[in-house]
């Protein structure tokens, strides 16, 4: 019996990379996360000194951008162009361009086409912000992560810290509260939970019991 697709959408800083990865750990399934091809555009873009304001520039740039998701050593490695990029990709800067690049309809299509090449075989757990509304609407199973903004901000500012980054907690939220309305606002593909979609608010909760749960809802549509 094939794998299921299970779609997993959020606003940022809900936990859905985490939720992901440990999703597709306890099924044995394909983690893909989108938001590292978008991530991965903007960084070449940034790297070119493109505009993030030029449409036609960044849709061609997207189309001749080959990346790849790899899992070695039980983690997800990110390849643009070849080269491995999975840490670069997590600056403060690269999430905010990367948060501009993904209102570009271009760009969009081109990973979402790619998205759909990478799921469409099932057994796959796929995050982001519009993959049970846009990438997979047929999906069998849909969650819609979410949290309060002053929780995501602090998971987020812990994130940073852990890395060396400094970032202020009361700027983090403040960009929280600007990507929300970008992602809720964009003409394409918003932020928005699908109708069938289930709904985990993880304001309370750890990773592991979002996971155990996410895990069981999944065993219910097998």
Do not use: N
């Amino acid at each position: 019996m094939p794998g299921l697709i299970i779609a997993i959408d959020g606003p940022v800083g809900s936990g859905k990379s985490t939720l992901a990865r440990r999703v597709a750990s306890m099924l044995g399934y394909i983690y893909v996360d989108s938001g590292a091809m978008y991530r991965s555009v903007a960084l070449k873009a940034l790297r070119h000194g493109l505009s993030l304001d030029a449409t036609e520039q960044l849709t061609a740039l997207a189309g001749r951008t080959r990346i790849d998701l790899r899992a070695e050593d039980g983690t997800q490695r990110v390849f643009l162009d070849g080269e491995d990029v999975t840490a670069v990709i997590r600056t403060p800067e690269v999430a905010q361009a990367a948060s501009k690049v993904a209102v570009v309809p271009g760009v969009r299509k081109v990973l979402v086409a790619e998205q759909r090449r990478a799921g469409e075989r099932g057994g796959v757990v796929m995050e982001g912000r519009d993959i049970g509304s846009v990438v997979f609407p047929d999906a069998q199973l849909k969650i819609f992560l979410t949290a309060s903004p002053e929780i995501r901000a602090e998971r987020r500012w812990r994130e940073h810290q852990q890395k060396g980054d400094a970032i202020d907690l009361a700027r983090t939220l403040e960009e929280i509260h600007k990507r929300d309305r970008r992602d809720r606002e964009r003409t394409t593909s918003p932020l928005v939970r699908a109708q069938d979609a289930v709904v985990v608010d993880s304001t309370a909760m750890d990773a592991e019991e979002v996971a155990r749960l996410v895990v069981m809802l999944a065993k219910e549509q097998r």
